[in-house]
């Protein structure tokens, strides 16, 4: 709490003095204080403005940032401040965890770009696995630009990801796109392994979801969470409007663009037709479920299709995101343009689609010289029909 506090003194001619002591608490925790006010209230109107400053992150009087804050301290006002889903918020907690552990007593002040830079490429680049190091470095650009935005500091230290650094966004590369038979050996590869001293085969359950996520582009979750009800046949559409959590429950979309109508093609009705003679559908329930008819998990999913994965022979980096790839490159290849493609993948923006798949749209000088033919080829061929009309 702000208080005030008198204060005298002797002067060097022996006079009695006395003025005004302002306290209050910063922003760090600790007791502040600043003397030589004449009157109380002055002292007191100071000491609420400082502390003002401190709770809310606002400057008073048009003072420039202090930036005395420290990063921990301000990363434990950001958090709390962040409305996401439990999920979400566990993964910043660890991406937090990980930058006070590099920044944390420093103030938002004294960090320089320099410093950052080595940071994100040295520091989490050469320790964590490339999504984890970009994930926190994203969170940690996240959190400076909110003290921006509460003049804590004028602007932020982060400094732009360039090309071959550790960057938030995912760069597609079309020679790293599954083709149609690694999609069908990854399926065969997630069948379930009888076990030789038991008499009980396993179900297939799992064997047309590669299929699915590779025509639909459906997340992880939202294919786990996909229901019979959410599958229009005669409309030949599906409605993407929840995902299944973590904790086994149905939670909304990733984001509000997440919640879309995307196209079912005969090839996914098909699939999801045989897997129901498999495992029929149960009213309110996923259409896909594990070998014993409860809802997967998703540890117990990851773990099937890695087995998969390493049962079609694919490379390390193929990550089941990579089916998603794959619808994305079918409809950029189909000539949809980047609204639609952006509508259809569920992203929040028009740039988070052009960044990750700039790579699969065209060249636009092969788009240039495909055109300039189609209208010379058009031309010279009317000049022939023209010709021969002629000589007739």
């Not at 520091?123 to 969170?139: D, I, K, Q």
């Not at 559409?237 to 509000?256: C, M, N, S």
Request: hydrophobic share 40%.
């Amino acid at each position: 709490m702000s208080s005030a506090h008198k204060y005298s003194w002797t002067t060097s001619d022996g006079r009695k003095r006395s003025a005004y002591r302002a306290q209050w608490i910063g922003p760090d925790g600790k007791q502040r204080g600043k003397r030589g006010f004449d009157r109380k209230g002055d002292a007191l109107d100071w000491a609420s403005d400082r502390e003002a400053e401190a709770r809310h992150g606002i400057t008073i009087d048009g003072e420039r940032p202090s930036g005395r804050t420290t990063v921990e301290v301000w990363t434990r006002t950001w958090l709390t401040a962040q409305e996401v889903r439990p999920s979400t918020a566990q993964s910043y907690k660890m991406a937090v965890k990980r930058i006070n552990a590099a920044f944390g007593g420093r103030s938002l002040a004294s960090i320089r770009p320099t410093e950052l830079r080595t940071w994100r490429s040295k520091t989490l680049g050469e320790t964590y696995a490339a999504s984890t190091a970009a994930h926190t470095a994203a969170v940690f650009a996240m959190v400076l630009k909110a003290a921006v935005q509460d003049r804590l500091i004028e602007r932020s230290p982060m400094p732009p990801a360039r090309h071959g650094s550790v960057s938030s966004t995912r760069v597609v590369d079309p020679d790293q796109l599954l083709t149609p038979s690694q999609i069908a050996a990854w399926a065969a590869g997630m069948a379930p392994k009888q076990h030789p001293r038991s008499k009980w085969t396993p179900p297939a359950v799992a064997v047309e979801m590669p299929l699915v996520a590779a025509r639909t582009g459906l997340r992880k979750g939202e294919l786990l969470g996909l229901r019979l009800e959410d599958v229009d046949f005669l409309r030949r559409e599906i409605r993407v409007d929840h995902q299944l959590l973590r904790t086994g429950l149905y939670g909304p979309t990733k984001t509000a663009a997440g919640n879309r109508t995307i196209p079912l093609t005969a090839d996914v009705g098909a699939a999801i037709n045989r897997h129901l003679l498999i495992q029929p559908a149960i009213a309110g329930e996923p259409i896909f479920r594990g070998v014993r008819g409860r809802r997967w998990t998703h540890e117990a999913f990851r773990t099937c299709w890695e087995r998969g994965r390493v049962a079609a022979d694919l490379p390390e980096w193929v990550h089941w995101h990579a089916l998603r790839d794959v619808y994305a490159s079918t409809l950029i290849r189909s000539g949809l343009d980047l609204r639609e493609v952006m509508t259809l993948l569920g992203h929040t923006s028009s740039e988070e689609t052009l960044r990750t798949y700039a790579r699969l749209w065209p060249d636009s000088r092969e788009r240039a010289r495909e055109a300039l033919e189609a209208v010379w080829i058009e031309v010279v061929s009317a000049d022939e029909r023209q010709q021969d009309a002629s000589s007739d």
